[in-house]
């Protein structure tokens, strides 16, 4: 399998991807949109919970809710990229011509993946200025921010991964709430409005077991300076993104075969 | 209104009742969808109850009413969709040859969302009673609850019609979905006013009339009878209504004359 073969196929099905999403305000605007509103609801509306007794995080409620909508919108361009997109293009047929054109076909993979990355980090940027506007305070030294990003990229190719192996499988967008629900339900049971420690019953227990608390738990302890068991954030993104990779590649094979 | 309206509006309710109860799909993601978002919230802020002058015991308590409104929401969405779906397919123009009146029909479509809204109401107070969740009101405050939930829920159906009826096209009713949240995330619903520490954002709670219709049905949970909070709960869901269906009434009639 040549490498510069599947690029090319990389290439050219990332870049349909994002002329898609770009030119066409529909796709465009929501992906921005939602996590701007998360970030006005949750560090605007619920900055009091930063000074509920045993909350302790130096850069304050702004920027511990940035980080959420960071992974937040990080997993949602994956989805949206790697599920939605995919979903689409086999209810028009073009994946089919896709598959029926690619010389190398994990190179669709690779392609809607580059996509997904591309469309978040547009994102990404957009919520950064708007946080930074709003006041909010970096700890973290230049390092830390790039592993800050680093597992957003981490938590960006994985939801493309479980989208890209969902709409391989299903191959229709009426689907779509199944591929969105697991990773909204997944993220919501990570401390999304205060710490670990602070969490009670039920959902603390959940959230311990949630590899999304690891990395959550390291991404902030980045922004605010004071990194807090990174490798363990790291090996549950890398074994995300393991297993996922397995799941979109299976699922690729499966629409080969026509099943 | 004369006996032949009522058998008019009867007819179309019955239609919009079948049409929307048998799409399962339509149905239980909008009355699932907030128990999720209730349970992740309640247990995830629960510490949010340690802040001094929270004006609930538990955080359940003071959420539970935000399931009401976005159930409100869902129902401004469906009956916005068949207003709309029955422009686009034609529905409407195949009326125009029956003595059917554009009001008739206006009240008739959303007798659909209204029966998903009181599903969803008896859902969520019978969830919330079961998790616990204290009735300052006693029972007479729950049937005040259902009433206004209802009046609620009929009034953003009132919005989705109008949407509805001025665009002829569900996938714009769609579109609308996101503003409505935005709406929801701008209020009172996750601290109450006076705890929101952002000034801007208290601000604009403050004008947000959704702040006023959650309160309303939150003071019967949380306080008791609290008559102001109720008026002001009642007043915004008439006039809300009153405005909204008065304006579709005009919109579909202006189509109609067109057609």
């Known amino acids: ?259 | 209104m004369s006996p032949e309206t009522w058998r008019e509006i009867g007819l179309v309710a019955w239609r919009s009742l079948r049409r929307t109860m048998r799409q399962p799909a339509l149905v239980v993601p909008s009355i699932v969808f907030p128990l999720i978002l209730l349970a992740v919230s309640s247990a995830g802020l629960s510490s949010a109850t340690k802040l001094p002058g929270f004006p609930a015991d538990t955080y359940l308590d003071f959420s539970l009413t935000v399931c009401f409104i976005q159930a409100a929401l869902f129902a401004a969405i469906t009956a916005g969709t068949e207003v709309a779906t029955d422009i686009q397919s034609g529905f409407l123009n195949r009326l125009q040859l029956t003595p059917l009146k554009s009001s008739a029909i206006l009240v008739g479509q959303v007798a659909g969302a209204a029966m998903i809204a009181l599903i969803a109401t008896v859902t969520y107070i019978g969830v919330g009673l079961l998790a616990g969740a204290d009735m300052k009101a006693g029972p007479g405050g729950v049937l005040v609850l259902i009433v206004l939930s209802m009046l609620i829920s009929v009034a953003m159906a009132g919005v989705g019609a109008l949407m509805g009826a001025r665009t002829g096209q569900p996938e714009a009713v769609q579109g609308i979905f996101p503003l409505l949240f935005v709406l929801l995330f701008l209020s009172s619903s996750n601290l109450p006013r006076n705890l929101i520490s952002v000034d801007w954002f208290r601000e604009v709670a403050t004008y947000n009339p959704i702040s006023y219709l959650v309160e309303g049905l939150r003071s019967l949970i949380i306080t008791g009878w609290d008559g102001a909070a109720l008026l002001k709960g009642f007043g915004f869901a008439v006039i809300i209504g009153g405005l909204a269906f008065y304006a579709a009434g005009r919109s579909l009639r202006t189509r109609m004359e067109r057609t």
């Open chain 1, 1 to 259: 399998m040549s490498v510069s073969g599947n690029l090319e196929v990389a290439q050219a099905v990332g870049n349909r991807q994002l002329r898609h999403a770009f030119y066409n305000p529909a796709l465009a605007i929501p992906s921005v949109i939602f996590p701007v509103v998360f970030l006005i609801a949750f560090a605007g509306g619920l900055q009091k919970v930063g000074d509920v007794p045993g909350f302790a995080f130096d850069s304050g409620y702004t920027a511990f809710q940035f980080v959420f909508v960071f992974l937040q919108s990080s997993a949602f361009a994956g989805l949206f990229t790697g599920g939605f997109a995919v979903a689409a293009d086999w209810e028009s047929g073009f994946a089919r011509r896709i598959l029926l054109g690619a010389p190398h076909r994990s190179g669709v993979l690779l392609g809607y993946a580059f996509a997904g990355l591309v469309r978040w980090l547009a994102t990404t940027v957009i919520i950064t200025i708007g946080a930074l506007i709003a006041g909010m305070n970096v700890n973290g030294s230049a390092e830390e921010i790039v592993g800050l990003v680093t597992l957003g990229i981490l938590v960006n190719i994985a939801a493309t991964l479980w989208g890209i192996g969902f709409a391989m499988r299903t191959q229709s967008l009426q689907a779509g709430p199944g591929m969105q629900v697991p990773v909204f339900v997944l993220l919501f049971l990570a401390p999304v409005y205060v710490p670990l420690a602070l969490l009670t019953g039920w959902i603390h227990t959940v959230a311990s077991w949630n590899p999304l608390t690891a990395i959550l738990d390291s991404s902030r302890g980045f922004i605010d300076g004071n990194p807090v068991n990174s490798w363990v954030a790291f090996a549950c993104g890398a074994g995300l993104l393991a297993l996922l990779a397995i799941w979109a590649v299976t699922g690729l094979r499966r629409a080969e075969r026509g099943e």
